[in-house]
């Protein structure tokens, strides 16, 4: 499916769930070929030192609508705090990511999550300047990973605290 580029495009966020389930798993699949993201996520997860005793997740589908055409073309979820956010390049840098963002922090301040912890590759500026305009701080010491094809991926731990433990 292809936008006209040259033609309005709405974007519009909605919750993920089995109905979905096609449209975003080939999401997922088109990401994977255009990012190292998910390798990097499941080869960490092994290695995670975090403990979140809130379980509360959602996934968020970016939605792309023009005329009769309608894609997901971005994906954002919160699970145990670990914020997870990605979005097709041809779509990037049109602000589409602050706008996925602001609606994970949204509902994650509405579940009453305190805390939302993410890893970003050490040379995505882009990537970091947003989280760091969200109030996002780096945490301890950058990791690195070398990936089954080859690259070393260097992550930076960033925390956001939406509020004080009662």
Do not use: C, P, R
């Given at each position: 499916m292809?936008?006209?580029?040259?033609?309005p495009i709405v974007f519009e966020i909605e919750v993920a769930n089995l109905d979905s389930a096609v449209k975003?798993?080939?999401?997922?699949?088109?990401?994977?070929?255009?990012?190292?993201?998910?390798?990097?996520?499941s080869m960490r997860d092994g290695?995670?030192?975090?403990?979140?005793?809130?379980?509360?997740?959602?996934?968020l589908l970016l939605i792309a609508k023009q005329e009769s055409m309608s894609q997901p073309v971005g994906i954002g979820s919160v699970s145990r705090g670990e914020?997870?956010?990605a979005i097709l390049k041809q779509f990037q840098r049109a602000?589409?990511?602050?706008?996925?963002?602001?609606?994970?922090?949204?509902?994650?301040?509405e579940n009453d999550i305190f805390e939302l912890w993410l890893d970003v590759q050490t040379?995505?500026?882009?990537?970091?300047?947003?989280?760091?305009?969200?109030?996002f701080v780096n945490q301890g010491y950058e990791t690195s990973f070398t990936l089954p094809n080859g690259k070393v991926a260097k992550l930076q731990r960033m925390t956001k605290y939406l509020k004080e433990k009662e």
């Open positions: 292809m936008f006209d580029f040259d033609k975003w798993q080939n999401l997922i699949q088109t990401l994977m070929s255009e990012t190292d993201l998910f390798t990097i996520g290695n995670s030192e975090t403990d979140f005793n809130d379980y509360k997740a959602v996934t914020v997870g956010l602000g589409l990511g602050q706008l996925l963002l602001t609606e994970l922090i949204t509902w994650a301040e040379n995505n500026q882009v990537a970091i300047h947003i989280y760091h305009k969200f109030n």
